[in-house]
């Protein structure tokens, strides 16, 4: 730069005419004020450091491997779980939590989180064991969040000498395949060599999924106290898990808003949609179904344009409701709190994954409304946790002993809160000395869960739509207190308006093995009364659309059943049209109370033995069933059964392998719910 312009300057004294323009000089200042500039103030334009929110997603780097984690964080007990509606999760942190009590210290972990083949390294820490709360979903599945594990399972040759472990298995004994994914777990790692520490627990929830895990719990922790040659602490006070953090000052739009993962989720929508990032769906659609009775049956349509959601006939919908804003205001008003206030509930355990129980931060409005679940009735550890909270002796006493394994305390659960069917807001209004701070009453309520529904449409014919068909829940409890369904009343009250305004429900479809044939020509047998209709409908739609498309179709059977011809007959104007149309090549509908004596869609079966039998044996048909667990497809098994012992030939031993092994086969479906 100096030599230029020492150039430039001899220059000037040789030529009397200006070697630089005008234009040149503009330039040339420009460019030193651009640098000028560039140099002294470019650190004002700098932005302010964005404050993140607290966020309950997990850090982009995260140590998968659960041992170097106990060990970092000194914890010798690790309780895994598989979970799909979050109860498996729940009993999994409290026996970590449980592990204090008891002179232990543990952590509750996914196994899809963490590298599962490290399992064998357990033995390097000392007095270590493993604890499995696994969840059975499907026809005897593992849960999404234990697949890779339960694979892992059945791939492995490890050996599992030296490594301590115990299952407690949550299931449902109106489902075929009890209990399943936990019984696997407990059978393939003693098989490995692992060393099982306390008898497998069998959670069911037909009948009481909570007194069945307390009762292997109070069993259990002994168990492993002798086990490992040590002594109960005695320390039973309440542990807190997460800490109050109060937001005065925030910017409002690092707050949560009932979004599920990603914070403005809702407001920017990005595929792809899932559990952690719904897709807002418009209601276009909202009937009601049945034409008399004192229910509301209604179908609901809504629009997944845009969305690139694809779904197949016979998947399921997910759906986020939200808690009825009367009950939340009157959680508030009990409480005596504003429920506006921000807050965050920020986890005690620097190390865990969970920072959070819920997407923080939030108000306690919007907690209880989208995050929590206020609606079903408490677990006893909610109530064990809040009795320090009564000032009342007797009401104080009365909470702990429900909490109890004791006969007494088993009881008195079992008629005051189960059988009266109390949910907190009913607790909290029948224990008047009952005061919780509301961030510990934030911190023990279990998630609001996603409900799932059986998708009524084809994607082929509504591409850009997904329908549901539902019924609402509403009925007076023992307390003389109306009990409403979280979302099928949510639902109900999304009307399609005309002023404009449109109701939008969080949504995601979930992949199902409940598939029409692989070859339209292949006959289907549909049994589906009252809202097990629903994935029939998409059934019956695409066998039409099958059948536009010039191909062969198969025979399609459908046994409907409701309570009245007049009143229930659900999609009545659709499935004759399709029965004249030769797509439903026979429509069996069973009116139950049209009659003296009540009719169901089993003896309707039984009228049809020959045909039936036929079709099945001969004629390579799949069946498939939806609807109620507990009574209908027992019932209808049962029908089966007696249709190849009568028409077959069968012994009874061998009707049930013969449908057993249709059932392997994947020609003996089943879409059911308790």
């Known amino acids: 730069m100096e030599d230029s312009e020492s150039q430039l300057l001899s220059d000037e004294e040789q030529t009397p005419e200006p070697l630089l323009s005008s234009l040149d000089i503009f330039l040339f200042s420009l460019i030193a004020g651009l640098l000028i500039y560039w140099f002294f103030f470019r650190k004002k334009t700098e932005p302010l450091p964005e404050i993140k929110p607290f966020t309950s997603v997990t850090p982009q780097i995260r140590e998968t491997s659960f041992i170097e984690k106990m060990k970092k964080t000194n914890r ?25 009590r008891y002179g232990m210290k543990g952590m509750a972990a996914d196994p899809e989180e963490y590298d599962m083949s490290e399992l064998s390294r357990l033995k390097e820490i000392p007095d270590s064991m493993a604890v499995f709360c696994m969840a059975t979903y499907g026809e005897g599945d593992p849960t999404d969040n234990a ?7 059945q791939g492995t040759d490890d050996d599992l000498e030296g490594v301590n472990f115990a299952v407690f298995a949550l299931g449902n004994k109106t489902y075929e395949h009890f209990n399943a994914t936990g019984k696997y777990t ?13 008898d497998l627990g069998l959670g069911d929830d037909d009948s009481n999924l909570e007194e069945d895990f307390i009762s292997w719990k109070e069993q259990f922790w002994p168990a492993v106290c002798e086990f490992f040659g040590v002594e109960a602490t005695g320390e039973d006070s309440s542990i ?29 929508q990005k595929p792809p949609f899932d559990s952690k990032n719904p897709f807002l769906a418009t209601v276009t659609v909202n009937r009601k179904l049945n034409k008399g009775g004192n229910r509301h049956l209604m179908h609901i349509e809504l629009d997944i344009t845009d ?3 694809r779904y197949d006939s016979g998947d399921h919908v997910a759906v986020y409701p939200t808690n009825d804003a009367a009950v939340v205001n009157r959680i508030g008003e009990r409480l005596g709190v504003d429920l506006d206030t921000i807050i965050s509930l920020k986890n005690l355990d620097e190390e865990s994954n969970k920072k959070h129980p819920f997407p923080c931060p939030t108000t306690y409005r919007t907690a209880l409304t989208h995050y929590l679940d206020i609606n079903n009735m408490p677990r006893t550890n909610v109530l064990y ?3 320090q909270y009564a000032s009342d002796p007797q009401e104080q006493e009365n909470m702990r002993k429900m909490a109890s394994a004791s006969p007494e305390g088993k009881a008195l659960y079992q008629n005051w809160v189960l059988g009266s069917e109390r949910n907190i807001l009913a607790i909290l209004e029948d224990l008047p000395s009952l005061n919780p701070p509301i961030d510990h009453l934030c911190e023990l309520l279990p998630r609001l869960q996603a409900r799932y529904y059986s998708i009524a449409s084809s994607s082929k014919v509504h591409p850009n739509s997904v329908h549901i068909c539902a019924v609402v829940i509403e009925y007076m409890t023992k307390t003389e207190r109306v009990f409403k369904g979280v979302a099928t009343n949510w639902l109900k009250n999304k009307d399609v308006t005309d002023n404009g305004h449109n109701h939008t429900i969080p949504m995601y479809v979930r992949r199902s093995q409940f598939r029409l044939p692989f070859k339209p020509s292949n006959p289907i047998i549909m049994i589906g009364p009252g809202t097990g209709i629903a994935p029939f409908m998409g059934f019956i739609q695409e066998r039409a659309w099958q059948k536009e498309q010039g191909k062969e179709v198969g025979e399609t059977i459908l046994y409907f059943g409701c309570r009245h011809k007049n009143e229930d007959f ?15 090549t026979q429509l069996n509908v069973a ?74 086969k994947g020609r003996y479906s089943q879409d059911v719910w308790s």
């Open 570 to 584: 659900l999609y009545q104007q659709e499935l004759e049209e399709f029965e004249r149309a030769g797509v439903l």
């Open 76 to 100: 010798n007990i690790v309780v895994f779980y598989g979970s799909q509606t979050g109860t498996a999760e729940e009993f999994a942190n409290r026996m970590a939590k449980d592990a204090q």
């Open 591 to 664: 009116f139950s109370r049209d009659q003296e004596h009540k009719i169901y869609v089993q003896h309707l079966l039984k009228t049809n033995k020959e045909q039936l039998w036929k079709l099945i044996h001969s004629n390579n048909a799949h069946i498939y069933v939806c609807g109620d667990a507990r009574n209908m497809a027992r019932d209808v098994h049962t029908a089966f059964y007696e249709i190849a012992e009568e028409v077959g030939g069968l012994t009874h031993s061998q009707a049930v392998d013969y449908f057993k092994k249709l059932m392997t």
């Open 147 to 153: 697949q890779e594990f339960y694979d892992w399972m």
């Open 186 to 198: 407990d059978k393939r790692l003693a098989e490995l060599g692992g060393k099982r520490v306390f």
């Open 385 to 387: 946790e809040l009795a």
């Open 307 to 309: 969305s690139k959601i």
């Open 240 to 268: 807190r898990q997460f800490e109050l953090v109060v937001h005065n000052d925030i910017n409002m739009n690092q707050v949560y808003t009932g979004e599920m993962g990603r914070l403005k989720s809702f407001q920017t």
